[in-house]
């Protein structure tokens, strides 16, 4: 079974660079893409971008001037920078295989001073 | 951005009843390669979402054949034969045929 594991910082300050990491287990990152999807608290769901085990990436247009994705296939982890925050980007941050086909558990990421 | 809409916002059900979900799109999600990308997930209180449904009616692993997808073009269905409280939850549609992907509103699935 898939496994997907986000992990980094809680707490960051505006106007700078939030840093994730999903760790996958269970299979490997090669082949697929890979998901990061964000949901303010209390709200709906919102898809940040993706890459592709190759490096090939896609990004939301309404993020893309801020939203870096990349990948390390040797370690099987792919990573989000999201650089200029604001407190809109409070959110819990998923990572997610594909469409959403398997999920992390979510990290909630808080932009305050 | 296509615009998914769900209704109704909050469903009330009776254990063991019937539930039904719809969910429009402001465009056809007929994709070039003749598939329908749309996807179904369900997110119980303080979990992930998990998809039950992808590509209008395939039911992934593991999910109960009480929830079964329909529909096509703009016009789509999530519907649950006999809820069980298990199935609590907010309910989201999605489509990804078209960049980005985006969510419908959800729809709050609850026990009267």
């Known amino acids: 079974q898939v496994q997907l594991q986000e992990s980094g910082p809680g707490l960051v300050k505006p106007s700078e660079t939030l840093s994730l990491t999903c760790t996958v287990s269970?299979?490997?990152?090669?082949?697929?893409?890979w998901s990061w999807i964000r949901q303010p608290p209390g709200k709906g769901l919102e898809w940040i971008g993706y890459?592709?085990?190759?490096?090939?990436?896609n990004y939301n247009p309404s993020l893309k001037s801020r939203v870096t994705i990349s990948v390390d296939t040797s370690k099987n982890q792919f990573s989000l920078k999201l650089s200029s925050v604001t407190a809109a980007d409070t959110a819990v941050y998923y990572c997610a295989r594909g469409h959403g086909q398997y999920w992390g558990q979510g990290t909630l990421v808080t932009v305050s001073s | 951005d296509v615009v998914m809409t769900q209704s109704p916002l909050s469903l009330p059900v009776t254990l063991g009843q019937p539930a039904s979900i719809s969910c429009r799109s402001s465009q056809s999600l007929v994709y070039s390669d003749g598939n329908t990308y749309l996807n179904w997930f369900q997110q119980r209180p303080g979990q992930s979402p998990r998809r039950l449904i992808y590509k209008v009616s395939n039911r992934d692993s593991g999910v109960p054949d009480r929830f079964s997808g329909s529909g096509s073009g703009t016009d789509f269905t999530l519907k649950i034969s006999r809820v069980e409280a298990e199935d609590v939850g907010v309910y989201y549609c999605?489509?990804?045929?078209?960049?980005?992907?985006?969510f419908g509103g959800g729809t709050k699935v609850e026990i009267k």
């Open positions: 999605m489509q990804g045929t078209h960049w980005p992907p985006t």
């Open positions: 890459i592709y085990y190759s490096g090939s990436t």
């Open positions: 269970g299979g490997s990152i090669s082949s697929y893409y």
